[in-house]
């Protein structure tokens, strides 16, 4: 009999090709030696020599590649050509570690094997891997405790379509999880933000540890997440934490007080406040009295804007920002008639503020918040503008024309005519294209030109009504401001939704480096989409 020739090989683009040519290399000597023993010792009539013997083996693999079990599933007939199989599998009792996307969800691998008297032999072509999936809440529960992603990300597009969303919430929240834990800030604070805005409540524990341990900044984030989050239990350490940071720490201070208000702890956020005004004119302290106003430190408040320096008279400026307690609105009135620019600045944008809330308190400071569109200082005129845009829209003087960009950028926010705003979005300044275009997108009158501004703020103020999902989907891939990339890809989760996004959104997880803002981002998209 003449000797066979060597076995098929598999194409490499095949799927698992690398792995089953590997396996192939452990199992075909042996085999090979068997048959060629078989051709030189044995008649050619022999009962071992009919070409058409062949027989399956089913192999168990662990993930190392050892060998955990064997079974014949179909028999030659001839028990000495099955024995040999078994043989030819025993002398490679620990097979090729294999990648693991050949994995089962029970972390085996499963191989069906024939094993060919003819030229087949034992060769790559004759194998398959054979899937086993548990049921995909299961498995993906399983592959999240390893802390594998990317496998799970995989294992769900394999999925029924029905079954998919919450196994990719699942993956997405493990994601935020895992970046919480990552010593990339960046990667740190983009979890937390996006924790707090699509509110994972499970994780709030996780960033209630990062109140007192992270940096300032992280901690301003953790703080609003705490917030968003409706986490009572942060409420004594943020609480802790202002009596501490309003005497010297602005930011801090602020955020602090914001999320306490927030929580419903408005009395210990009061009373760090009071107790720090008390002491004197601490500007930290008058800041954060806009969020938690007393009437009784008010005429405190009005003997410093009538006494104290520029500074303490700008602090007590912001400090009735938005507050509508009579005297509070006085207080405005008056700083409106300050020397310092500073001051009337800080009392014009305190007037918008309580505009907002009630414009007909501000009836008796109309005429000086319109005079104040004049002023000489560009942000008196800029905060005027904005006051005078909702308590007198009428006597709206032309900032399209001032000199100052953020007079203009002031104009932007205020005004409604798509014809004006659109020359703005034209504007030399990115700040002022930036408001002019987020304008627009309100009232949707801006095209899309704007995704490709070469400044940061105006692509981000255009992606919040596009509709161009190659211009979204180009700056979520490519753009060097991880900000921008970041609202790209959920403005289109959002606008394309989930069933369309979901194998995008999977593949480009697995994709991601692990515990990564990227990985952040796109965990953050799909948590928003609809």
């Not at 944008?349 to 907002?356: D, M, P």
Request: net charge negative.
């Amino acid at each position: 009999m003449p000797r066979l020739r060597s076995p098929t090989i598999l194409d490499v683009s095949a799927r698992d090709a690398g792995f089953l040519t590997s396996v192939a290399l452990q199992l075909q000597p042996g085999w090979g030696q068997f048959l060629d023993d078989c051709r030189i010792r044995l008649p050619p009539t022999h009962a071992l020599n009919r070409m058409t013997l062949e027989a399956t083996a089913e192999l168990v693999l662990d993930r190392t590649g050892a060998v955990l079990a064997v079974e014949l599933a179909k028999s030659s007939g001839n028990s000495d050509f099955d024995r040999a199989v078994k043989d030819a599998i025993s002398e490679a009792t620990h097979l090729p570690v294999p990648p693991t996307d050949a994995l089962s969800d029970d972390d085996r691998v499963y191989l069906r094997w024939v094993f060919a008297r003819d030229q087949r032999q034992a060769g790559p072509a004759t194998a398959a891997i054979e899937p086993h999936d548990l049921p995909l809440h299961e498995a993906i529960e399983r592959m999240l405790r390893g802390g594998e992603l990317a496998r799970a990300a995989l294992r769900i597009t394999r999925a029924h379509v029905d079954d998919r969303a919450v196994a990719t919430t699942l993956v997405a929240i493990a994601a935020l999880r895992e970046s919480l834990a990552s010593l990339d800030t960046a990667a740190q604070r983009a979890a937390v933000e996006a924790i707090g805005i699509a509110k994972i409540r499970q994780l709030a524990p996780e960033v209630r540890a990062l109140l007192e341990s992270a940096s300032d900044e992280l901690r301003i984030v953790a703080m609003t997440t705490a917030a968003a989050l409706d986490d009572r239990a942060a409420t004594e350490s943020i609480a802790r934490q202002l009596r501490r940071d309003v005497a010297e720490h602005r930011r801090l201070a602020l955020a602090e007080t914001r999320a306490l208000v927030a929580l419903g702890a408005r009395t210990d956020a009061e009373a760090a406040i009071a107790g720090a005004i008390v002491a004197g004119p601490n500007p930290i302290a008058l800041e954060a009295f806009a969020l938690v106003p007393r009437a009784a430190l008010l005429p405190q408040l009005a003997t410093w804007l009538a006494h104290g320096k520029a500074t303490t008279r700008t602090a007590v400026c912001a400090a009735v920002a938005g507050v509508t307690l009579p005297a509070a609105v006085d207080l405005v009135a008056r700083g409106l008639y300050d020397a310092d620019a500073t001051v009337r600045a800080t009392c014009a944008a305190a007037a918008a503020e309580t505009a907002i809330r009630d414009k007909k308190l501000l009836e008796r400071s109309r005429a000086e918040l319109v005079a104040l569109q004049r002023d000489r200082d560009r942000a008196v005129r800029a905060s005027a503008l904005g006051a005078v845009a909702l308590v007198d829209p009428a006597h709206l003087e032309r900032g399209f024309e001032d000199p100052a960009a953020e007079v203009r950028a002031a104009y932007a926010r205020a005004s409604a005519d798509p014809v004006v705003l659109h020359a703005l979005a034209d504007d030399r300044d990115a700040d002022v294209r930036a408001a002019a275009i987020a304008q627009l997108v309100v009232g949707n009158n801006r095209g899309e030109p704007a995704l490709t501004d070469p400044a940061p703020q105006v692509r981000l103020a255009a992606i919040a009504g596009s509709h161009d999902d190659a211009g979204l989907r180009q700056l979520a891939r490519s753009d060097e401001v991880p900000e921008v990339r970041t609202a790209a890809l959920v403005r289109l989760a959002q606008h394309v939704g989930r069933a369309a996004m979901t194998d995008e959104l999977l593949g480009l997880l697995g994709l991601a480096q692990p515990a990564s803002a990227d990985r952040v981002r796109i965990a953050r998209a799909w948590l928003l989409a609809p």
